[in-house]
Each structure stands twice: as C-alpha cells, then as structure tokens.
C-alpha cells in the first residue's frame, strides 16, 4: 500500500513485533476518504497490519477470517503522524492493536494460515 504508512522502526521476537509508523497526511488515500475530514480508512488499517504481519513472520501472511475487528476511533492524519502497530501471534490466530499515543484505533482478531 504505497504512501499510506511508512515503517520507522520496527521489533521483532518470537510471537510478538511492535511497528513505529509514519502516516504521511500528504497521501492521496486520506484526501479521497472524507474530503474536508480526512481520516484513516478501516480497510487501510487491516493492510497494514497484515503487511507488517508479513514482514514480521518473514513470509506472506493471508488472513483465513477475520474473528473480530474493532474500529474504535478514526486516525486522522492531520493529528496523527505516527502509530504503533502491535502484534501478537500463536498457532491459534492472531491479535492486533493500532494506536496513536494514548488513542486506540483498531483492534483486530483473526485466524490466517502462515503463522510462526
């Protein structure tokens, strides 16, 4: 997902990988979605987390079914710069946090097929 988030720092351990990410407001993505009011598309957030998902196990991570997914407070990129992107996996699924500061966005819960 090109321009939409960029990795600033990332860390990476067994069942767990914590991502530092830049939101540039400058990304047409945030123009096109609520002009006026840009905000931070869901659809966006669940790329991202399976993309750094991937990077995190080293292979393409595809998600089987979304358990849960929890959509919580809108990031907007004109207040929110940066964001954690903080994963926990095991055999039994995976789990996802997005946040900005002290403000939760997404909280996501699936099953996928490339785990450990």
């Known amino acids: ?3 939409f988030y960029h990795i600033i720092s990332q860390q990476i351990e067994a069942g767990h990988a914590l991502f530092h990410v830049q939101l540039p407001a400058q990304c047409p993505v945030y123009k096109g979605h609520f002009p006026g009011h840009p905000i931070a598309p869901g659809a ?3 790329e ?3 993309e750094c998902a991937s990077v995190a196990l080293g ?3 595809h998600w089987n079914h979304i358990k849960q997914c929890k959509f919580l407070v809108p990031l907007e990129p004109d207040k929110h710069h940066e964001a954690d992107v903080d994963i926990t996996w095991s055999e039994k699924g995976m789990t996802a946090v997005v946040t900005s500061g002290e403000t939760t966005s997404v909280k996501l819960k699936v099953s ?3 785990l450990s």
């Open 112 to 114: 996928c097929n490339t």
């Open 59 to 61: 292979k393409e991570v």
């Open 48 to 50: 991202m987390i399976r």
């Open 1 to 3: 997902m090109t321009n």
């Open 44 to 46: 966006c957030h669940i």
